[in-house]
């Protein structure tokens, strides 16, 4: 289907939610789901109706996690049986009231609760309602030179990829409070130094060796890709470690970032994740068909959670669960306030969503302030390089063309970068008349570029 330039806004998204619960296989039987949206207003903004956000939240969480273990027909359901569902919803109540401290701990920290409920309605919508072609256009975040991710991926139910999608959502920013720690630290001695010397210990935390099992197992999954090797019984699917992802993830890993965080909670918390085979030629004697399909399911959703704030790791293709997280997170720019302006005038800001396809990206972000429009450009345009930076993969031979404009409201100033296909490692950014960022080669194919999309305005 054709896009239209579209507004987003939480009318928009809310709007969506009420009629996809009638053909979402993890939605349509729950009652208490169709229950909680009698309450959501959709003329009134979420951060204006926090209460049943959160209620919205544990439901869709829930719901998705039951249709997930329901689906694996390899284990025995029992459908009162949440092991581990209701303790990951206890920590998110828990996480509800500290973030209240995590905005005094870095003066530019926003939402990071309705933000999860918001990029879970966001990118719904725009695999549903655009021309991406819906979740089975989706494909595996891992490319094997044998297409054998791709074979299995292809494989997966929508209903499950849909499921994949709303706990990935919802989860990614579960591992916030940890990363904050440091930042909190800093803050608690610049302000007690001031009464002299009342040595001040830090907070500080360490996994026991013990414990290390569990985040080196969660390593090892989300690092490795599935790989064929035919035998007699079935059992031809081994999951094969890629040690320069890995060591990417353990630099995340030592740095607390909240991605890792958050997959972790996940892996440890909930039984679901804690069933995840791994199966190398050196541990057993492979993978089934099954077993190799609910690996790569669970190994999506934890790889995803992880790696969307680590700029080492590209993505080589867009329609793909680990880049769309981070795409959609980008997005959503509309009714986040930060601490700075609470007390001030709310910074405005638009997200309008031109083109959205798999090949085809193309966005616009408007904000009123001025003064820091050009920094967070320039920030923004250098996430977009970092995690689409000259990957190659194999067969790879789709071109993606990625486009966002920054317009600053009540100004003439406007920026605008274009990132082509990371195999071609072409990219330009401007803000106003300054060339922040571009690549030596970049203008003589700009007018190649312009066919695709309008040419750009600089003013």
Known sequence: MPDKPIKISDNLLIRHLKTRVHDTNFMRRSVQLRNTLTHLHKDIPLLKQTEVCYELWE????EAMLYLRRSDKREFFCADDTIGEDTLIEYFKEWVHFEDLLYASYKFYRDHTIHTLRIYLLGDFCLTKTSFGGFDNLVSSVTSPAGEEDDIFKRIPKGIKEAMWCVIALSHDLGEPISRINEINAKIRRMVKNFGELGVQD?????PPLSRAIPSRL??????RITRKPSEDGSQYYAHKQPKFEIKFVKS??????????ALLLYRTLLYFLETDFVNETTGSGMKDKDAENFVIRREMLRAVACHDITELYHVRTNQLAMLLILFDELQEWDRPVPKNLFTNIQRSEVILRKFSAERIFFTIKFDDV?????YFKFKAQRFISFLHYGTAPNQDRRILI?????????????IFIHRSPRKKDFLAYFGKKSI????????KLRKLQRSFPKPTIK
């Open 59 to 62: 439901v869709l969480f829930k």
């Open 203 to 207: 907070f500080t935390f360490g996994f």
């Open 219 to 224: 390593l090892e999954i989300i690092s490795s």
């Open 253 to 262: 890993f030592e740095s607390y970032n909240h991605g890792l965080m958050s």
């Open 371 to 375: 003064k820091e429009a050009e920094n």
């Open 403 to 415: 486009r966002f404009d920054f317009e600053v409201i009540k100004s003439d100033r406007k920026g």
């Open 437 to 444: 960022i571009r690549t030596p080669k970049f203008q003589k």
